[in-house]
């Protein structure tokens, strides 16, 4: 069986989340904090080797008083990141251990995730080295100006959105950020096609949804509510309190 290694970067600024007392992947959702539901699908997977999750230097103290108890339980490894996502994944990739076969790269704020859409990327990685998740564009895209006026209608012609779970093979994403030479990709499937390796896309789902502002917050809340519930036992989960209420 291969062995996947799980990387959850949680370090960004939270910039459009609008909220004083929280940074999107510590904010309460379903009695739960966001990064948890992203975590707990990986979590008891027989499969999966490692996890990290990987928070802003600035996020350290107040992530200890909360949590440093429970992801010791849940056997999670938490890390510093960096200035931006590449910065915050490559030094989570230094401590991918070397019996990890394949690397799994996945937005701590993307929390609602199937179980199968898992078996289906994992087993699309195994068989190409390079897979992600993305969704077809449906919508009209302008191209538009700094005076927000339009400059042209952008054809969606074979155009997808990209999301996470991203997974590739891990001597390949190592290389892939070796050669990277500072450059700044805003997901990882973008170094991989730097490097030269072709990545496989398999189509996700809308609900599998990043929560990016209190709008997204409120969507996830009820996509959950459809959501089959995680495989975790109870003694397990230490977060199953009133909390998050």
Wanted: neutral net charge.
């Amino acid at each position: 069986m291969s062995k996947f290694a799980v990387i959850l970067p949680a370090a960004g600024r939270s910039s459009r989340f609008r909220d004083e007392s929280y940074k999107k992947p510590f904010a309460p959702l379903a009695n739960k904090p966001v990064w948890l539901h992203s975590a707990e699908r990986f979590l008891n997977r027989g499969d999966v080797s490692q996890t990290i999750l990987v928070i802003a230097p600035e996020d350290r103290e107040s992530f200890h008083m909360k949590f440093s108890a429970n992801v010791a339980i849940l056997g999670i490894e938490v890390i510093d990141g960096g200035a931006e996502r590449a910065d915050s994944v490559e030094a989570a990739l230094a401590r991918v251990q070397p019996s990890a076969n394949f690397v799994c790269v996945h937005d701590a704020a993307r929390p609602c995730l199937a179980d199968a859409w898992i078996d289906e990327i994992f087993a699309a990685a195994e068989k190409t080295g390079a897979a992600i998740f993305a969704t077809p564009v449906a919508a009209t895209l302008k191209r538009v100006g700094p005076d927000r006026k339009i400059i042209e209608t952008v054809p969606r012609d074979n155009l997808w959105e990209a999301q996470t779970p991203q997974v590739f093979r891990r001597q390949l994403l190592l290389d892939a950020y070796a050669a990277r030479a500072g450059f700044q990709a805003t997901d990882e499937a973008q170094l991989v096609e730097r490097f030269g390796h072709p990545v496989t896309v398999v189509p996700g789902s809308p609900i599998n949804l990043k929560i990016t502002t209190k709008e997204d917050q409120r969507l996830a809340e009820q996509a959950l509510k459809a959501m089959p519930k995680p495989k975790l036992p109870g003694a397990m989960n230490p977060f199953a309190d009133d909390r998050w209420r």
